[in-house]
């Protein structure tokens, strides 16, 4: 059974930084493509950010570019999101996802899926 289950998330002021992690458990994790998506209040979930197997290759959305990096720890099962210069219009829930598809910014592309966790960025 194939499991994600993110950390990390939490209440912040403009300008901080968050660290999200997503562990997962029941695949070969190295064989995966990971992303992040977010969900911010009455709008659609959205691409953040994904990384190729290995690490070879991660793709941000234009909003987040040059403040959200995203790694992977193969040994640990773990991806993470490094959140920096965090604004409000970065509050949503953020959700890590699998795919053994394909790297893509495409939500259907993933058919594993974490729960979420709730970040919330506040003057």
């Known amino acids: 059974q194939v499991q994600l289950v993110e950390s990390g998330g939490g209440s912040v002021q403009i300008g901080d930084s968050l660290t999200l992690a997503c562990v997962a458990s029941?695949?070969?994790?190295?064989?995966?493509?990971m992303g992040w998506f977010r969900q911010a209040p009455g709008k659609d979930r959205e691409f953040v950010a994904s990384i190729y197997t290995t690490s070879r290759s991660t793709d941000y959305t234009d909003s987040v570019k040059g403040r959200f990096t995203i790694s992977r720890d193969d040994g640990n099962n773990a991806v993470y999101l490094q959140m920096n210069s965090l604004k409000p219009e970065d509050t949503a829930v953020y959700y890590c996802?699998?795919?053994?598809?394909?790297?893509?910014?495409?939500?259907?592309?993933?058919?594993?899926w974490g729960q979420g966790t709730q970040v919330t960025v506040s003057s």
């Open positions: 996802a699998a795919s053994n598809i394909g790297y893509s910014r495409r939500q259907t592309w993933y058919p594993y």
């Open positions: 029941g695949v070969t994790f190295k064989d995966y493509f």
